[in-house]
């Protein structure tokens, strides 16, 4: 799949700079660009007067401003079974955060989880923090997270770091490694007390390349398909996810 066509279907995380004066970055402009002139994609908008403000400072069409959906934490439980539903039967849909990136501490953690549940994509227009995008694309809860960052990389050191992660960290976890160890790192975890939990892989994030992958250790291990190493990043869910 070429690089632009990983946006013409699914949802699409859209980060926006924090500083409303500075401008938009480029790729997210074009993609942008794509949905305004596609009538049947969904525009979702934290607030509707910020989101216009915004939309006419990034030069992009007046006229599309009618189509935006104010999608929030007042408007989520009404309009959550709607959405779902359309991107479910292959409608495309941008959502953008006021300032910074969707689905992070923002709207869209729950649209971004159906969608996993339900075989849709979903990707994100470049962001520079492959902790937060990972943790926005897993849609998993992460409400409350811990960065255990690299493990040992040799196997009885990592075996017990794993369990101590187990035993004392029931939030979302976030691992990373070289890319030549994914593989065994995956496979370490489904050999320790996490093996239970559901795991989000995410690689190559915001290349040509970028995979997604998500399920439990075996199913994301059986889906790899050859895929021995990557830039990656993996997210554990939580013990208890809310």
């Known amino acids: 799949m070429s690089f632009p066509e990983i946006f013409k279907k699914g949802l699409i995380l859209i980060p926006t700079p924090i500083e409303d004066s500075l401008p938009l970055e480029p790729i997210a402009l074009e993609v942008l660009k794509d949905a305004a002139a596609d009538p049947a994609t969904l525009l979702l908008v934290e607030e509707l007067k910020a989101g216009r403000t915004r939309w006419l400072r990034w030069g992009l069409p007046r006229e599309t401003i009618e189509r935006f959906t104010a999608y929030n934490e007042h408007t989520e439980s009404e309009l959550f079974p709607r959405i779902a539903n359309e991107l479910r039967n292959g409608t495309r849909a941008v959502i953008l955060s006021d300032g910074g990136l969707p689905a992070f501490c923002d709207p ?135």
């Open 108 to 242: 869209g953690q729950r649209l971004v989880d159906a969608c996993h549940e339900a075989g849709i994509k979903v990707t994100a227009t470049p962001f520079p923090n492959s902790i937060a995008l990972a943790l926005a694309l897993s849609g998993f809860d992460h409400r409350s997270f811990h960065f255990a960052g690299f493990l040992p990389a040799q196997g009885e050191e990592r075996k017990r770091s794993l369990e101590q992660l187990q035993a004392t960290q029931k939030c979302t976890l976030v691992l990373m490694d070289t890319p030549y160890r994914m593989k065994a790192l995956l496979q370490a975890v489904g050999e320790s007390a996490l093996k239970n939990r559901k795991i989000f892989l995410a690689t190559g994030l915001n290349s040509p390349a970028e995979q997604l992958f998500r399920g439990k250790v075996k199913d994301v291990l059986s889906a790899l398909q050859g895929l021995e190493k990557a830039e990656f990043v993996l997210v554990v869910e939580g013990a208890t996810p809310r």
